[in-house]
């Protein structure tokens, strides 16, 4: 399976406390990207991150890509409630169809209030 | 607000009936897709269309069939519906200017029984 790999499978945290998820993926890709689906919703696009970038920020957003080991990792900082969601990575594959992503199996994250 | 319209929101469908799920896009993109989401297995690409008039398979097309005769619209059919395809369906498009972003429909609840 080209598919990526989400780490772990599910988070639980305080409100404030930083979460960090990680994904690991098999192919050369041409970028790396994080969505966010809440439940019941359709996914939503975070941060994209190129396969020449090491590290990328969105607001309370990291990214950081290490092409070497094929591995990705997304970090919320003073994490909120409404953080509270699945979020996969998608990889577009060198070379695939465009735009065509193969996800991950999520990582649950739940913020307690 | 411009995205993408999925219809219906959900359906029960009685085993080797067919049904139709519509997806439209007013974003004027290039390519969409077809993805189901399954627990536990994350999305999985069922067709895809770079542009108008075409399409291809994707991760697990059997069962399901795609047309796109125009740029918005890009129809997912089930010839005869089986219980293994009760699923979550997700219809999404990019386009280069988008960068590789892939924006997401609401999504299509299906129960087959």
């Known amino acids: 399976s080209q598919q990526g790999e989400e780490d772990p499978q599910a988070l639980s945290i305080q409100e404030g406390e930083n979460a960090t998820m990680n994904c690991s993926y098999k192919?050369?890709?041409?970028?790396l990207q994080w969505y966010r689906q809440n439940s019941g919703r359709g996914l939503v696009h975070l941060i994209l991150?190129?396969?020449?970038?090491r590290e990328k920020h969105s607001g309370r957003l990291r990214v950081t890509l290490d092409t070497s080991k094929k591995s990705s990792s997304l970090l919320i900082t003073a994490s909120r409630a409404a953080d509270t969601a699945s979020y996969f990575c998608?990889?577009?594959?060198?070379?695939?169809?465009?735009?065509?992503?193969?996800f991950g199996r999520g990582t649950q994250l739940t913020v307690w209030p | 607000i411009a995205g993408i319209t999925q219809a219906p929101t959900s359906q029960i469908l009685a085993a080797g009936r067919r049904m139709t799920l519509r997806c439209t896009q007013d974003?004027?993109?290039?390519?969409m897709y077809w993805y189901r989401q399954d627990l536990g297995l994350g999305l999985r690409l069922i067709h895809y269309?770079?542009?108008?008039?075409?399409?291809g398979k994707g991760e697990v097309p059997d069962g399901y069939s795609v047309s796109r005769a125009n740029t918005d619209d890009f129809p997912l059919t089930l010839a005869s519906a089986v219980p293994s395809q009760t699923s979550v369906y997700f219809c999404?498009?990019?386009?280069?200017?988008?960068?590789?972003?892939?924006?997401f429909g609401q999504g299509t609840r299906l129960t087959v029984v």
């Open positions: 999404a498009s990019s386009d280069q200017g988008t960068g590789g972003i892939t924006f």
């Open positions: 192919t050369s890709i041409n970028n």
């Open positions: 991150i190129r396969s020449n970038e």
């Open positions: 974003m004027r993109h290039n390519a």
């Open positions: 998608a990889t577009a594959d060198r070379g695939s169809t465009l735009g065509r992503l193969y």
């Open positions: 269309s770079n542009t108008a008039g075409t399409t």
